[in-house]
């Protein structure tokens, strides 16, 4: 409902591959004229073999086949504006298709409606503005903004429409880079490049040489790359940030170049794991294993504290040990309370 020129367009294109009575495209029906052309002036060669749209083109509007096939157009367009205020312009109709459709073209896109939407997309035209690539907004959006704008002015009817040197002139004059100057000049009035196309594709061309990477970067240098002490990790490296972020073995970390090796560390650090601690929040690699961090490394010393101490004493009974504590075997302990000496427990000797 709010932008009847691109509906026109699906509700044709719909109707291209629905077909009527006869096995003719409905579309024929919708077309801009009712009369056909003589063959003469219409010859068949001037459709390239395209049966289908010869139908469209060169099938009359009179006879029972038209009559059953407009009939059924009628119900169609019901069905598809039924549920939209635009209903209200096709109700009164049970069998003329066409006229039906006739009335929601000049209410949706007749005259004042076409100088209303003409002004919406020509305000878009010239409000728009490319001041350089940036997060948010690039080259290829600027130009997809004039392509949209182009198209929707030509479906509007009875718009003389807007040739190839205004749409390149409209295009340019909202351009405000300075690293762009030069293609500007170039492809300004260049008969290398006629079309609003041409002069899209060369200035794109630019912007991909003159800033390859500038987003990368920005989005890289958002994010930075610091140890646990705060130093700056690998600082004369740019990170290439098409590596995958996986776990990586000892001998793949090592293959990995420099810039790689950083582009998985600023992915790491993105999902929260930082360098130099012991977690990497689900990933591996980073040369093998990462440092522990400070509450391991204090395990780790009051461990090998106990040892130490465990050794030290060792050592000290084997020093202070000599021969005859060697030779002499230590006594058996007899236990406490034990009943195998007890006299009581003693067999008597029969007589």
Not at 20 to 39: F, M, N, Q
Not at 199 to 205: A, F, P
């Amino acid at each position: 409902m709010t932008d009847w020129a691109k509906t026109k367009e699906k509700i044709l294109n719909h109707f291209n591959e629905v077909y009527g009575k006869d096995g003719i495209p409905l579309s024929y029906i919708l077309r801009e004229t009712s009369a056909v052309k003589p063959a003469a002036d219409d010859p068949q060669a001037g459709y390239d073999g395209d049966h289908v749209k010869e139908l469209i083109t060169r099938a009359t509007h009179d006879g029972d086949t038209y009559r059953a096939d407009n009939r059924t157009m009628c119900s169609l367009l019901k069905k598809i504006c039924g549920d939209t205020t635009s209903y209200t312009y096709i109700s009164k109709y049970t069998a003329d298709g066409r006229q039906a459709w006739t009335d929601l073209m000049d209410a949706f896109l007749g005259p004042q409606h076409t100088q209303n939407q003409a002004a919406i997309y020509e305000a878009k035209l010239q409000q728009s503005r490319y001041d350089g690539e940036s997060r948010n907004f690039s080259f290829q959006k600027y130009a997809d903004i004039h392509k949209s704008a182009h198209e929707h002015l030509d479906a509007l009817p009875e718009y003389k429409g807007m040739d190839e040197g205004t749409k390149i002139r409209h295009c340019l004059n909202n351009i405000h880079s300075d690293k762009l100057k030069t293609v500007i000049e170039l492809v300004r009035g260049n008969p290398s490049y006629p079309t609003f196309d041409s002069v899209v594709r060369r200035i794109k061309d630019s912007v991909v040489v003159e800033q390859p990477t500038k987003y990368v970067s920005r989005k890289v240098s958002a994010v930075s790359l610091t140890d646990s002490r705060g130093e700056e990790i690998m600082p004369n490296v740019e990170a290439d940030m098409n590596v995958e972020d996986k776990y990586y073995t000892g001998k793949e970390w090592h293959q990995l170049s420099a810039a790689k090796k950083k582009g998985v560390m600023h992915k790491r650090k993105q999902r929260g794991h930082h360098p130099g601690k012991g977690k990497s929040g689900g990933g591996g690699g980073g040369g093998g294993k990462s440092q522990p961090g400070k509450s391991s490394l204090k395990k780790m010393r009051k461990t090998v504290s106990k040892l130490q101490r465990k050794v030290a004493s060792l050592n000290l009974d084997s020093d202070s040990s000599g021969e005859e504590d060697e030779e002499e075997p230590p006594k058996k302990k007899s236990k406490k309370g034990s009943n195998r000496t007890n006299p009581a427990l003693t067999p008597r000797k029969r007589d």
